[in-house]
């Protein structure tokens, strides 16, 4: 199975901050990857796909980029509601797999 | 709108069995992939089972794989997952996802989860 590691596992940051979340894949999963946010208590939300493509209705603040191994989630001006917990996921195999989860908190 | 609703949750025994349902719609239901994603309580994500939209292909976790059985009916708009020989480490929420695609890659909507114990 392809493993995918999260950094930091919490981020403590401000609104209006910039803030940026990294997944390495263990083997090369192309651009075959997904990015989400949860909420305590509530079910997952999509973000980006495709390493970089924005779901609809999610806010341009959101972005993702990278290719292969390494990608990042970039939240350009933290709001305050987006303090939550951010996963990858990749799909280049199906044996599909997430990180372990980046925890955003209040600074 | 698209609605996915779990069903079949509950405290079931270490060794017993128990089938969870998703009832979905707003949506043509046989023309996407469905997988059910489970969260341990406090623990992150982790993918169990997809199944293709026509049925005819289905996929498993290794830590659920022989244990576990998904499929769906079309007919019906629903999604199952039996779970047989349930240990302590089931212990979770099982969400289902739907697929924009007809094979399982990524999950655009989420039900609001079923949580699953396992306890003697």
């Known amino acids: 199975d392809i493993q995918m590691t999260q950094s930091p596992s919490t981020l403590s940051a401000s609104v209006g901050d910039r803030v940026t979340i990294t997944c390495r894949a263990s083997q090369s999963v192309s651009s075959w990857l997904a990015w989400y946010q949860q909420k305590p208590g509530k079910a997952p939300k999509l973000l980006i796909y495709?390493?970089?493509s924005l779901q609809s209705g999610v806010p341009s603040r959101f972005s993702g980029s990278g290719s292969g191994t390494e990608f990042t989630l970039t939240i350009s001006s933290l709001q305050p509601d987006e303090f939550a917990t951010y996963y990858c996921q990749q799909y280049k195999s199906y044996s599909l797999t997430f990180g372990g989860g980046t925890k955003v908190e209040i600074k | 709108e698209v609605q996915l609703v779990e069903s079949g949750g509950g405290l079931v025994q270490p060794g017993g069995s128990l089938r969870l349902s998703c009832a979905a719609s707003g949506f043509t239901f046989s023309s996407y992939a469905m997988s059910w994603v489970r969260q341990a309580p406090g623990k992150g994500l982790e993918w169990v089972s997809a199944?293709?939209?026509?049925?005819?292909?289905?996929f498993y976790a290794d830590s659920v794989k022989g244990r576990f059985t998904i499929s769906r009916d079309n007919s019906k708009n629903t999604l199952y997952l039996q779970m047989n020989s349930l240990r302590a480490e089931d212990t979770a929420v099982y969400y289902c996802?739907?697929?924009?695609?007809?094979?399982?890659?990524?999950?655009?909507?989420w039900g609001q989860g079923t949580l699953v114990t396992v306890s003697s």
């Open positions: 996802a739907k697929d924009p695609y007809t094979e399982p890659y990524y999950f655009d909507y």
């Open positions: 495709k390493a970089s």
């Open positions: 199944i293709s939209g026509s049925g005819g292909s289905t």
